[in-house]
């Protein structure tokens, strides 16, 4: 059984940073899209990034130039560093890993919260 296993999320001050991570356990990071989503008390929730096992990256809107994704395949994990965070980034982080050759899976993690305030 595929899982996904996240830890960094915490309190931080306006301006301050965090780095989430988030490890694939039952599982291979070869071949798959690893990312997280992150959803706000009474929003939907949004994709944060994605990175592919060769690289390939991509940003929501409201991070770019703020936050970094990161992979190492060989850890199978994923990592996610967040830079000038502020209180409209508070929210529920989500890691999820999407695997479309066999095995195939898609698997969402149980969430890290992240809290920004002063």
């Known amino acids: 059984q595929v899982q996904l296993v996240e830890s960094g999320g915490g309190l931080v001050q306006p301006g301050g940073s965090l780095r989430l991570s988030c490890t694939v356990s039952?599982?291979?990071?070869?071949?798959?899209?690893m990312g997280w989503y992150r959803q706000a008390p009474g929003e939907q929730r949004e994709l944060v990034a994605t990175i592919t096992s060769g690289g390939t990256t991509n940003y929501g809107d409201s991070v770019k130039g703020r936050f970094t994704i990161s992979g190492d395949n060989r850890k199978n994990s994923v990592y996610l560093q967040m830079n000038s965070l502020q209180p409209e980034d508070t929210a529920v982080y989500y890691c999820?890993?999407?695997?479309?050759?066999?095995?195939?899976?898609?698997?969402w993690g149980q969430g890290t919260q992240g809290t920004v305030s002063a």
């Open positions: 999820k890993i999407r695997r479309r050759v066999t095995p195939t899976y898609n698997v």
């Open positions: 039952g599982g291979t990071f070869s071949a798959a899209t």
